[in-house]
């Protein structure tokens, strides 16, 4: 159980286009949902956090207005990245909560690559 | 401020020897800690957890870890290595305090030797 899928496992755009990354839970209802990017060699940095059917909140440092996040739904959640530049290339992970909000279940990450 | 130190960027151990990955917190209050295993290219896999309770945990794969409150630490430890084993580890803090928002140390690397 507690199984979070991503999608696409890894994409690769021309700069200036707009990449939309998807993350379901597949056999849980995701109250809450967290976008982390990873870059080489390094921890996870958490991005935002996001509620069904709310606004996102975004830590210090990111753009809301280029890293659109939206929970729609219990099972799904968005990140758009938009107007890709090559130094938003990086690895994302998503990860979901159910109920408890302690442990996160994660997903397997997307890797973006910005030409 | 709620912080995870992992001292270790980088272990190397033998298939066979024992293996103690060292993790140090910073947190006001009672704290959620867990271990992560990251593999190359993947994603996270939660070895365990701990919440309260018995301050020795056990997890998968053989894996164990040891809460020390007077010391703000949680170890993870495992016996007997294999060259499985070998990925990226990730300590990590969360709790009421931080609106359980998770904060990871930066890793450690273990690499296992034959």
């Known amino acids: 159980g507690a199984v979070v899928s991503q999608h696409p496992s890894w994409v690769i755009c021309k700069s200036g286009t707009s990449v939309k990354i998807e993350c379901r839970s597949l056999?849980?209802?995701?109250?809450?949902m967290f976008w982390y990017r990873q870059f080489p060699k390094q921890s996870l940095m958490l991005m935002a956090t996001?509620?069904?059917?709310?606004?996102?909140?975004?830590e210090q440092g990111v753009e809301k207005d280029k890293f659109l996040i939206n929970h729609a739904s219990l099972t799904l959640s968005t990140l758009t990245v938009t107007s890709a530049h090559p130094e938003d290339s990086s690895f994302y992970i998503c990860?979901?909560?159910?109920?408890?909000?302690?442990?996160?279940?994660f997903g397997p990450g997307t890797r973006l690559l910005v030409l | 401020a709620q912080s995870v130190t992992q001292p270790d960027i980088h272990i190397t151990v033998s298939e066979g020897a024992s293996l103690e990955l060292r993790c140090n917190y910073s947190?006001?209050?009672?704290?959620?800690l867990f271990w992560y295993v990251q593999s190359p290219g993947q994603g996270l896999q939660l070895l365990l957890k701990?919440?309260?309770?018995?301050?020795l945990v056990q997890g998968i794969k053989g894996f164990e870890a040891e809460f020390k409150r007077s010391q703000s630490s949680f170890n993870l430890r495992k016996p007997s290595v294999h060259w499985s084993d070998a990925a990226e580890y990730f300590c990590?803090?969360?709790?009421?305090?931080?609106?359980?928002?998770?904060?990871f140390g930066a890793g450690t690397r273990l690499f296992v030797k034959a």
């Open positions: 990860s979901a909560t159910s109920g408890g909000r302690e442990t996160q279940y």
């Open positions: 056999d849980f209802q995701a109250t809450t």
């Open positions: 996001s509620n069904e059917g709310s606004k996102a909140t975004y």
């Open positions: 947190y006001g209050a009672t704290p959620y």
């Open positions: 701990y919440f309260s309770g018995d301050t």
């Open positions: 990590a803090v969360a709790g009421a305090e931080g609106g359980f928002k998770t904060i």
